[in-house]
């Protein structure tokens, strides 16, 4: 049942794109009157899972899946169907790359922003590559737009192999194949 509340939860995300937004024209008809510009309603959405069955989203582009995001809760607010963001309580975020490997992450909470699909996770974050390479740092963001990680903050990377790297920041794939971790100012 949480499960259906959760894709409910996110179909409301997603229709409160659609809110204000006029009915096409019927064939033979004219397109009705413009009567004013449409003011898009403020949609809050609240996602309750548990340890079993937690809450669930997925973000897919061009038929691929790039990350799956299993969380305790979630709550959110959507404006417009481009305008919103998702706090989220005890993410488990797995995070796909092209080729189909996969990091998995945890933190106590992060914010999803539905502009660009990137994902800050902050109190804490700790990674796992699918090769066993571990990343723990204070804040770790997902740009989707580049899908690359960004760590900030006591960034520790130990390779599979126990190389270890260590800084304030880290720039990297989501493989955490080709890495930068440097400390100082930009990179």
């Not at 997925?58 to 417009?80: C, D, E, P």
Request: net charge positive; glycine share 14%.
């Amino acid at each position: 049942m949480r499960s259906e509340l959760v894709a409910g939860a996110a179909g409301l995300i997603f229709l409160a794109g659609c809110a204000g937004r006029a009915p096409a024209p019927s064939s033979g008809q004219a397109a009705p009157a413009a009567t004013g510009t449409a003011t898009p309603v403020p949609v809050h959405v609240v996602g309750q899972g548990n340890a079993l069955t937690p809450a669930v989203m997925t973000w897919s582009k061009a038929n691929r899946k790039v990350y799956t995001i299993r969380a305790l809760s979630f709550v959110g607010n959507a404006v417009g169907g481009t305008n919103g963001s998702a706090v989220l309580d005890r993410p488990h975020i797995t995070f796909i790359d092209r080729s189909g490997s996969s990091t998995v992450a945890d933190a106590p909470k992060a914010t999803v922003k539905q502009r660009d699909n990137s994902i800050d996770m902050m109190g804490g974050v700790r990674a796992r590559t699918a090769e066993g390479g571990i990343l723990t740092c204070d804040n770790l963001r997902y740009d989707a737009t580049t899908e690359r990680l960004h760590g900030e903050g006591h960034v520790v990377l130990t390779g599979p192999n126990g190389l270890q790297l260590s800084g304030d920041h880290l720039d990297g794939d989501v493989r955490l194949h080709d890495v930068k971790v440097w400390s100082g100012g930009q990179g």
